[in-house]
């Protein structure tokens, strides 16, 4: 399920511009402070933000704990298991030495499978946010 982010025209506002003869003005982000800096405060309590914020703890949290997990499960094995992780799969290589070379294969795929996730979920974005907040696009 993906949720629509609002543009980011309905938090700008209308500034007069003194030099305009028809009183025309040019278009500035609500999440700016007068002084032109971002307005962090506000823009945390943005819609934008929150639902950044929410995509990204869909990802890191259950990741995390199926890491955990499994890591947990590779430590109890080989601590109380021995005679499972010494049983021999072939030639010298162990149940042991496959679970253990499994937890390097698992880190990679973690970290690939978070990559894609965020180039393709979280980078919009942040740049959505940034756009909020008057920060230029890097």
């Given at each position: ?84 992780m010494s049983k021999k ?50």
């Open positions: 399920m993906t949720r629509t982010f609002e543009s980011a025209l309905a938090h700008e506002r209308t500034v007069g511009d003194p030099s305009s003869p028809f009183g025309g003005g040019s278009t500035r982000s609500a999440y700016l402070k007068p002084d032109g800096e971002p307005d962090f405060a506000a823009l945390q309590g943005s819609a934008e933000f929150k639902a950044l914020r929410s995509r990204l703890r869909r990802f890191v949290f259950p990741m995390t704990a199926v890491f955990i997990l499994w890591y947990m499960a590779y430590v109890l094995f080989a601590a109380y298991a021995h005679t499972f799969v072939f030639g010298e290589i162990n149940v042991g030495l496959i679970f253990g070379l499994l937890q390097f294969v698992s880190t990679i795929l973690i970290t690939v499978l978070y990559v894609r996730y965020a180039r393709n979920k979280i980078d919009p974005a942040v740049d959505e946010v940034r756009e909020l907040a008057g920060v230029p696009k890097q």
